[in-house]
Nanobody, 125 residues
């Protein structure tokens, strides 16, 4: 399984970015896909997750109403649409995947088996 994250960049506060995670290597029908982020000097934290089958989603509280996770099954791609960005959203964003992950544990980075390389998001004026 390979995950390729992209879409990061520099954006002003209040702006938007859309991150993508292209997945390859197998069928992802029983996978949970997650987005995590890590800011300098901080631990990696959960951002959002989606069930590949059914599309159930979950968000970290600070991004609810601003970020949207979605998937394109035909393209094996997961998106993270980020709106109303704040300076505190600045971090390296990682996508992750795990087959058969228990949904109630989807916010734990230790539960994920595969990781993308990360993409930098900087929110600054």
């Amino acid at each position: 399984v390979q995950l390729q994250a992209s879409g990061g960049g520099l954006v002003q506060p209040g702006g938007s970015l859309r991150l993508s995670c292209a997945a390859s290597g197998r069928s992802f029908s029983n996978y949970v896909m997650g987005w995590f982020r890590q800011a300098p000097g901080k631990e990696r934290e959960f951002v959002a997750a989606i069930r590949w089958s059914g599309g159930t989603t979950r968000y970290e509280d600070s991004v609810k109403g601003r970020f949207t996770i979605s998937k394109d099954t035909a393209r094996n791609t997961v998106w993270l649409q980020m709106n109303s960005l704040k300076p505190e959203d600045t971090a390296v964003y990682y996508c992750a995947a795990r087959a058969g992950l228990i949904w109630g544990r989807m916010f734990l980075d230790t539960e994920y088996e595969y990781w993308g390389q990360g993409t930098q998001v900087t929110v600054s004026s």
